[in-house]
């Protein structure tokens, strides 16, 4: 059946294929790579619409350059170092994804997954080729035995946590549910994953389960995941109570020590789902003083809450407002619905810290004041982010288990400030980030810099090891992995274990 795919006839920008940049001797490619007409160095991308198109189902899309919807196709949240896409293919079934893959290496080009474009490693700034927007792909199905669904790879937050709570239920990840169950990689029973060679395998523990290991932690090294299947709770509350604190710098070595207390190394609260805090400069509040800003959620009745929040009620605020709000709702109080997610160049650094050091923070809450005055530009977006999470349920797994590494870590901050388009502000911003991720790491001299997998910046002092964890046999068994399912090192444009100019080995035969 001939594919309806989005015709444009204008597209004149030509796709570099990637053995044309960089040549592989012959021998060494590898089989899929042989059979394709090598000579083939440049094809349009009106071309390819008009060779892949017709191979795909009905409903699929493909976005050139020069369609109007392009730059809303490609919208990031990171404009630092993004990808350099020349083509958008969206699928709009799980078996479209393997065909383009195929096509994408018999014409050699790189491909690369994308679900929300929330990405901001500055790897992503190294890739170039097709994009695979799997935006259609959002199906969300519960299972029979109702203790499970299965998403398609392009489900999102939103509808994840619509729909679900819709129909009575709840599921984890590294977010407010993280204390009774866990991070998604904890709750992932079975992968439907397209390898780098266009295969399409199970993953689950009795089919490749060595790769299911890697797939919790690391699985954008080794393929597309088409759908997975997931575990799902019944909800057991109706509403989240939101307490949100404004405080003056004044407060700042009190509250940090408060929320190390009701942290207790791990024993936070499970049903306290989230503490967030953000630093800025409020410039209605004041312009020479960032002030602190703190959100607290939990799953129950506001009497609960209110009861474990007691001490944070003590510290003397600016304002306070607080709810109760069925649980889609709890991210607008809390500042982390799509409204307060805009696209801009962002300079980031990263941490994960067990306990919060009250010198270091004031350490890095003074160095904020002096910036901002010193760049007024740069102060009115930069900001401290705080993450608590209860952590019962993902400390709950034993660390060998999945590829993720850092489950003794109990807090997450970072520091993010966007760059103005067109300024020469992006080396002061570059260290400002630089200069707080020193101080937060000083700040724990008996441990080493831990980076939470999501959220690595690409920033060159940020070791592999930081990510994957400081035990030799983490990475050694990761690669061992990418050696098997992806020895062309096709997938490594985010976060990759082995970075584009090492040399992958190489299995013949
Ligand atoms: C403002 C902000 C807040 C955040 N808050 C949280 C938080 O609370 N908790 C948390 O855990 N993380 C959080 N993150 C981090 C977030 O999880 C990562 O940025 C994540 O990579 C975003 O996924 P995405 O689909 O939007 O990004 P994308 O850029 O679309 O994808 C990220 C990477 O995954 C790959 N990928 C996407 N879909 C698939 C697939 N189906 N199969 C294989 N590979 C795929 C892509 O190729 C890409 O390399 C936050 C990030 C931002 C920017
Ligand atoms: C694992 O995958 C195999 C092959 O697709 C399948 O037969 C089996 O039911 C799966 N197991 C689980 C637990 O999903
Ligand atoms: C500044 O603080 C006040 C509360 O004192 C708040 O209402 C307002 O939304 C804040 N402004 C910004 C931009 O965060
Ligand atoms: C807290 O941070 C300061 C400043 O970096 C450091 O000197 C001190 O050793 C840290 N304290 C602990 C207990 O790690």
């Known amino acids: 059946m001939a594919a309806i795919y989005r015709r444009i006839f204008c597209g004149i920008a030509l796709l570099q294929a990637f053995v044309a940049s960089s040549p592989l001797p012959l021998d060494t490619m590898p089989r899929y790579f042989q059979n394709t007409p090598i000579t083939r160095r440049q094809v349009s991308v009106s071309q390819i619409e008009h060779e892949l198109g017709p191979l795909l189902s009905p409903n699929s ?17 990171n404009t630092l170092a993004p990808p350099d896409i020349e083509i958008v293919v969206q699928p709009a079934e799980e078996s479209d994804v393997p065909i383009i893959v195929r096509y994408c290496n018999d014409n050699s080009f790189e491909f690369l997954a994308v679900n929300r474009g929330h990405g901001f490693t500055t790897s992503l700034g190294t890739f170039k080729g097709v994009q695979i927007d799997l935006k259609q792909l959002t199906a969300i199905n519960i299972e029979k035995d109702r203790k499970s669904a299965l998403f398609q790879g ?62 919790k932690g690391a699985g954008h090294n080794f393929g597309i995941v088409t759908s997975f299947k997931l575990k799902i709770y019944p909800k057991k509350v109706e509403t989240w109570h939101y307490h949100n604190y404004f405080w003056t710098q004044d407060k700042l070595e009190t509250v940090f020590e408060e929320l190390n207390k009701i942290q207790d190394h791990g024993k936070s609260p499970v049903l306290l789902g989230s503490s967030y805090g953000q630093i800025y400069m409020n410039q209605s509040l004041s312009k020479t003083e960032a002030i602190l800003w703190w959100t607290f959620a939990y799953a129950g009745a506001a009497s609960e809450a209110e009861n474990i929040l007691r001490p944070f009620n003590q510290i003397e605020a600016i304002s306070e407002e607080m709810g109760d709000v069925p649980y889609p709702d709890i991210v607008t109080p809390q500042n982390t619905d799509i409204a307060s997610c805009g696209s801009a160049a962002y300079a980031i650094s990263t941490v994960l810290l067990q306990t919060y050091n009250i010198t270091a923070q004031r350490q890095i809450y003074d160095l904020f004041n002096r910036n901002a005055a010193l760049y007024p530009e740069l102060a009115e977006t930069s900001r401290l982010y705080y993450e608590g999470y209860a952590v019962k349920g993902m400390q709950a797994v034993a660390s060998a288990s ?23 502000l992006s080396d002061p911003a ?11 790491n000083a700040g724990q001299p008996t441990r080493k810099p831990a980076t ?6 690409g920033n060159q002092y940020e070791l592999l090891e930081s990510i994957y964890g400081y035990e030799s046999w983490r990475l050694e068994r990761l690669r061992g992995l990418k050696n098997k399912y992806d020895p062309n090192n096709r997938f490594r444009f985010f976060v990759p274990i082995v970075a584009a100019d090492e040399e992958p080995k190489r299995i013949h035969g």
């Open 154 to 215: 392009g489900a999102w937050a939103r509808e994840v946590i619509g729909t679900l709570w819709d129909r009575g239920y709840v599921t984890s990840g590294h977010g407010r549910y993280e204390g009774l169950y866990g991070l998604v990689a904890d709750n992932i029973i079975h992968l439907n994953v397209v390898l780098a060679d266009g295969s399409v395998i199970s993953v689950n523990k009795t089919s490749h389960n060595d790769l299911l290991w890697a797939m």
């Open 61 to 77: 899309a493909i976005f050139l350059p020069s369609d109007p919807e392009w730059a809303n196709v490609n919208e990031r949240w």
């Open 430 to 440: 570059k260290t400002w980030a630089k200069d707080s991720w020193d101080l937060w």
């Open 402 to 424: 999945t590829a993720y590494p850092h489950r003794d870590e109990n807090h997450l901050a970072f520091f993010a400030t966007a760059v103005p388009k067109g300024s020469d």
């Open 452 to 457: 939470y997998v999501n959220y690595a910046t």
